[in-house]
C-alpha cells in the first residue's frame, strides 16, 4: 500500500454509529514546514505545578495550575509576561476549588471557569473584573453533576454546553450517552454513544484524559487523545454531528481495570489543541514511552512535543512549526497572529513564551 493511500485511510468518514472499516494508523503529513523561536517573556515560573490549561483572554494570559507556593490556581499575566494576580485557592471553601481536571475559557465574555468534580460547583471570573476589583468578582455555584461525569464546556454564543461521561468498563453501558449537547434549559439536543475505537478498556483510561476545544463561533468541536493519537472532528450546528476521525498514533498500551501500563511500542499523542473557526492548533509528541521513562533531560529533550501542527476543519493537514522549545500547553492569539505558551527547557523549567505562528487564518 502506497503511504499515500496510508495517509488517506487514517483519515476516514465515520457515522455515529461507529467506524465503517479497520482503522489504519499513519502520522500526518504536512504540506509545509516551517520552523519559529520562542520569545521566554517570564522568570522561571517557580512553584508552578501540575500545569492544566492556558487561555488568551482579550490583553490576558491566564495559566491554570497550581502554585504551591501560594495555593492559588489562576495565574494571570498581561501579554508581555509581566505577572498581574493569582486567583482562586485550592481548598474546600467559599470561591475553592480541589479538582483542576475541567478548565474553560469564553474568550467573547473574557471568563475563565472550574468545573469542580470533586465539590460538585462551578467556579468562574471575568478577568477583567478580576484586574479591576479583585478576589470578590469570583462566582461559586453549586452543580449537579451526571453520574460518571467527567467534563462540561460552554458553547459560546449558543447558551448550551457539551457534557462528556466516561464510564467504567465493568459497567453495563446501556443507554449511556458519551457526548451530550444541552441547551440552556437543560434539553438535550443532541448526544453520541460511540468511540473510535472497540475496546472499551482502553477506552475508558484514553477518554479520561482527552482534549477537548470548541470553535470560538461555537459551531465545531475537535477531541484529541494523550494515550495514542486519534483526533474527532464535530459539528455543533444543530445537534451533535461525528464529521471525521483521524488515527494517527495507536494506543498501544495495556488496559487494566481504570489504570494503562504502558509498553516499549507505546506512544503519546496530543499534548494540546486549541482552534479558531477557521484552523484546529495542535501540539504533538510522537515520542515513544520508553524514551520518556529514561529520565534524560539533556537539550534534545525539549525538541519532544515542540511542535505546533495545524490542521484544517476537515482534518488535513495544513503546515506545521518546528520551534525550540518543548510545549506543555497553549492559545492561539489569532487577530496576532501569535501563540502563547508554558514551554520548558531541558531542565523542565518552565516559562511563559511566546511565539510567530504566521497568517494561516482567512
Not at 25 to 37: D, H, N, R
Not at 55 to 67: K, P
Not at 224 to 232: L, N, R
Request: proline residues 4%.
Amino acid at each position: 500500500m502506497s503511504r499515500l493511500a496510508v495517509l488517506v485511510l487514517s483519515f476516514i468518514l465515520f457515522s455515529c454509529s461507529g467506524p465503517k472499516m479497520e482503522a489504519e494508523y499513519a502520522m500526518p503529513e504536512f504540506k509545509e514546514e516551517t520552523s519559529a523561536e520562542f520569545t521566554i517573556l517570564s522568570e522561571e515560573l517557580f512553584g508552578i505545578n501540575g500545569i492544566a490549561d492556558l487561555f488568551v483572554i482579550g490583553d490576558y494570559v491566564v495559566v491554570g495550575a497550581y502554585n504551591v507556593e501560594n495555593n492559588s490556581v489562576l495565574h494571570v499575566f498581561d501579554k508581555n509576561g509581566t505577572g498581574l494576580c493569582h486567583a482562586v485557592q485550592r481548598g474546600r471553601g467559599p470561591r475553592e476549588v480541589l479538582s483542576l481536571l475541567n478548565l474553560w475559557s469564553d474568550r467573547e465574555k473574557g471568563t475563565v471557569g472550574i468545573v469542580d468534580l470533586q465539590q460538585n460547583k462551578e467556579v468562574s471570573v471575568e478577568i477583567g473584573k478580576l484586574i479591576a476589583d479583585g478576589p470578590v468578582s469570583i462566582t461559586d455555584k453549586r452543580m449537579q453533576l451526571p453520574s460518571w461525569f467527567r467534563e462540561s464546556i460552554p458553547v459560546p454564543s449558543t447558551g448550551r454546553k457539551v457534557i462528556f461521561r466516561i464510564i467504567s468498563p465493568q459497567k453495563d453501558t446501556g443507554a449511556f450517552n458519551r457526548i451530550t449537547v444541552e441547551d440552556a434549559a437543560g434539553n438535550v439536543v443532541g448526544y453520541s454513544r460511540s468511540y473510535p475505537i472497540p475496546d472499551r478498556d482502553k477506552c475508558f483510561i484514553i477518554y479520561n484524559d482527552a482534549i477537548t476545544s470548541v470553535s470560538p463561533d461555537g459551531r465545531k468541536m475537535v477531541i484529541g487523545t494523550k494515550w495514542g493519537g486519534i483526533m474527532e472532528i464535530y459539528s455543533l450546528k444543530d445537534s451533535l454531528r461525528l464529521e471525521a476521525t483521524g488515527y494517527f498514533i495507536e494506543p498501544d498500551f495495556i488496559a487494566h481495570q481504570g489504570w494503562g501500563e504502558m509498553t516499549e511500542n507505546s506512544r503519546f499523542g496530543f499534548i494540546d489543541i486549541d482552534v479558531t473557526d477557521n484552523l484546529v492548533y495542535t501540539v504533538i509528541d510522537g515520542e515513544t514511552y520508553p524514551l520518556r521513562s529514561k529520565g534524560d533531560y539533556s537539550e534534545d529533550r525539549k525538541k519532544h512535543g515542540n511542535n505546533i501542527s495545524i490542521f484544517d476543519w476537515n482534518g488535513h493537514p495544513v503546515r506545521r512549526i518546528m520551534t525550540d522549545y518543548a510545549i506543555r500547553k497553549f492559545a492561539v492569539d489569532r487577530e496576532a497572529h501569535m501563540a502563547y505558551a508554558v514551554v520548558v527547557d531541558s531542565l523542565k523549567r518552565p516559562y511563559l513564551g511566546r511565539i510567530d505562528i504566521g497568517a494561516d487564518e482567512k
